[in-house]
């Protein structure tokens, strides 16, 4: 039986694709004159802002600027941000039934404040693993290492819901299933990998009942 349930937040627990590119998009207009397609920044999805970024910084000074104004963008994109339907009634669900539940994210401490401590939805959850606490990030499974850690888990009682090929590698290094939240991810072939591919937040009880 499952009994450690870790999640991703952005395209998984919340929908923020629309603040996180349209922020990106209006950053790379204002700082680098820079009109840039939707589907060309579909890569920054589920990695760290700082290595989304990178590719336009001229040098370190350069990237720590271009982030530091791209936070004070996305908040202000942030009321179209919302949380996934049924998301919340899972989460609670979960709860009920003495399972752990862990986040794993490519936010920083602070972005994970700023941008998901509003939904009210911590109180669900055991541990956070954010970027600001491995060395290396999602694809790596450094991450979800750390989470297994935390709740002193096994993989083989585990399972890892994210939206992105990343989230993925990220669980098969770890030796965990990945059930794949269908409702924030974009098609690619390499999805045919995931364990489960969940069509609504509440198909996750029949993999774990």
Not at 121 to 142: C, G
């Amino acid at each position: 039986m499952l009994k450690n349930i870790l999640f991703d937040i952005d395209g998984t627990i919340t929908d923020t694709e629309y603040t996180i590119i349209k922020s990106f998009q209006a950053l790379l207009l204002q700082e680098k004159g820079l009109s840039v397609k939707d589907e060309d920044l579909y890569y920054i999805l589920g990695i760290p802002g700082e290595d989304g970024m990178r590719r336009f910084a001229d040098d370190e000074n350069d990237l720590n600027d271009l982030l530091e104004k791209w936070r004070i963008l996305i908040a202000q994109y942030s009321n179209y941000s919302t949380v996934f339907d049924g998301m919340e009634e899972l989460l609670s669900n979960l709860n009920k039934d003495n399972l752990n539940l862990g986040i794993i994210t490519s936010k920083t401490h602070q972005e994970l404040k700023n941008d998901f401590e509003r939904f009210n939805l911590n109180k669900y959850f055991d541990i956070f693993v954010t970027a600001s606490d491995t060395k290396k990030h999602k694809p790596n499974p450094d991450p979800i290492l750390k989470a297994l850690d935390l709740l002193d888990a096994k993989p083989d009682n585990s399972i890892y819901i994210g939206d992105s090929i990343y989230d993925m590698r990220c669980a098969h290094g770890a030796n965990l299933p990945f059930a794949l939240a269908t409702w924030g991810a974009k098609n690619n072939p390499e999805f045919e990998q995931a364990e489960y591919k969940l069509k609504s937040p509440d198909s996750l009880m029949k993999i774990i009942l």
